[in-house]
């Protein structure tokens, strides 16, 4: 769910949340968050404008946080004190402008958040992979980090050109890079994934 009084940043918004393959929903204008809340639901994430003082209360972010709703927090830049207010609750920001790939990691880390600590205790230490909520691999390594997995394109034609290298981006947005041949990018194994990270660059 999109609060936010600003119809074209509604609007960008919603449009990442397509590309996350995902469907948006907002509340009416004159509609409170929590009736917005209560009339969505179920819901897998709210998405917030950091300047709106009725988002920004602690009850709503109870009441959302007491269903599993993941929420995170938007402005645009150097915007300090929302960014402030969100770490301090434990929140996902996000900076606009953004791009579909950040924007579908943060979505992804948003939803996330209950699933970590339950998968903490027996699997930290055990190479795996997943899937975000917008399809993205997700790697965790042996060390218990969490690396999103994107094979790159160089080139006018980015769809049709092979990739030529492989990137490890964590979720604070290191990224990483390992070179690899075209016949390599096929095996997405987790061994083979902790193999291509410790090489990364």
């Known amino acids: 769910m999109i609060l936010t009084p600003q119809a074209m940043t509604g609007a960008l918004l919603g449009m990442l949340v397509e590309l996350a393959q995902l469907e948006p ?47 995170v927090v938007f402005g645009i830049h150097q915007q300090q004190e929302t960014s402030t207010w969100a770490s301090e609750r434990g929140l996902q920001y996000l900076e606009l402008p953004t791009d579909a790939e950040v924007f579908g990691r943060i979505l992804d880390q948003a939803t996330r958040v209950d699933r970590r600590s339950r998968l903490a205790g027996d699997r930290r230490n055990s190479a795996r992979t997943e899937r975000g909520v917008d399809g993205t691999l997700i790697f965790h390594a042996e060390s218990g ?43 997405k194994s987790p061994a083979t994934l902790q193999q291509q990270l410790a090489r990364a660059k």
Do not use: M, T
């Not at 034609?157 to 092979?162: G, H």
């Open 25 to 71: 929903v907002f509340a009416d204008l004159a509609e409170r968050p929590e009736d917005a809340l209560a009339r969505h639901l179920p819901l897998l994430v709210i998405i917030a404008d950091g300047q709106v003082n009725s988002i920004k209360s602690d009850l709503f972010l109870a009441r959302a946080q007491h269903r599993g709703i993941g929420v």
């Open 145 to 187: 980090e969490r690396w999103y997995v994107y094979d790159r394109r160089s080139g006018e034609r980015r769809q049709l050109s092979p990739p030529i290298y492989r990137a490890f981006v964590n979720a604070e947005g290191l990224e990483l890079r390992v070179p690899l041949a075209p016949h390599e990018f096929q095996d």
